[in-house]
């Protein structure tokens, strides 16, 4: 008989479609009839993540207190596994209107927390424009099998810290003038998926999944136009997905 794990699912914020995003990681985890989930839309719930062996995040603009930041190292420290996803290392504040060019800055998250998760998103080129994502090399076992994909979402250009194993990867340089930190002419690659070991325990990070309905950029848009999925619309994604939560679950290495 297999043990139960639980893992605790952090899904909220800002300009995403949240309950969308919500719905598809809560179904992904009930593939494992051992998994038991405990749900958040930010990090207050210290009780669920201190008897959680397993967080899920899914956020933006959600930034943890001083005594969170503390409850996330420690879960780490006695081997939690940590699969974070998309913006949770990202926070925008918007400078503009609707009917105005795009202002965006991304002020800095706690340090701690950047720490832990070893990366702090900065700036995006405009969605739409598709990136092809491939494996870095040296070729890490969970980027095993999967060839190179076009992506149509949000291309992450991100500041990092020293550690991280890329995993996947995709490269870009130009400008993004919208945002304040919008100059990105070095030629480097931009990490997609990557690990980083803790002691005892470890984050595993994607940044794809971009998703936003109609009602999701309020108050900056009351409307908006389109419905975006972007990478929810690929199968390597689900199994990315799969992947990441295998290795979180079942523990496998590395």
Request: glycine share 8%.
């Amino acid at each position: 008989m297999t043990d139960v794990v639980q893992a605790h699912l952090v899904c909220g914020g800002v300009f995403h479609d949240f309950d969308f995003a919500r719905l598809e990681l809560l179904k992904l985890l009930a593939e494992r009839a051992h998994v038991r989930t405990t749900v958040a839309q930010d990090y207050s719930d210290l009780t669920s993540l201190r008897g959680s062996e397993v967080l899920v995040t899914y956020t933006c603009n959600v930034t943890p207190t001083v005594e969170q930041v503390a409850a996330l190292r420690a879960f780490l420290d006695r081997g939690g596994r940590w699969f974070a996803l998309h913006a949770t290392n990202a926070v925008t504040e918007w400078l503009s209107g609707p009917n105005e060019e795009p202002r965006v800055a991304t002020p800095d998250l706690p340090a701690p927390f950047i720490d832990m998760l070893g990366s702090q998103f900065k700036a995006h080129p405009p969605l739409g424009e598709r990136f092809l994502v491939r494996p870095s090399k040296p070729y890490h076992p969970l980027a095993e099998g999967i060839a190179p994909f076009e992506a149509d979402d949000e291309l992450y250009l991100s500041t990092y810290r020293d550690g991280n194993i890329p995993i996947l990867e995709t490269r870009w340089t130009g400008d993004v003038p919208y945002f304040d930190e919008g100059a990105w002419p070095e030629d480097r690659a931009h990490l997609v998926m990557y690990l980083r070991p803790a002691s005892g325990g470890g984050v595993l990070y994607l940044t794809l999944g971009h998703c936003r309905g109609h009602y999701d950029f309020r108050p900056v848009f009351p409307f908006y136009p389109k419905v975006e999925r972007c990478s929810w619309d690929l199968p390597v994604f689900y199994e990315l997905l799969r992947r990441g939560l295998t290795w979180a679950i079942e523990k496998t290495d590395p």
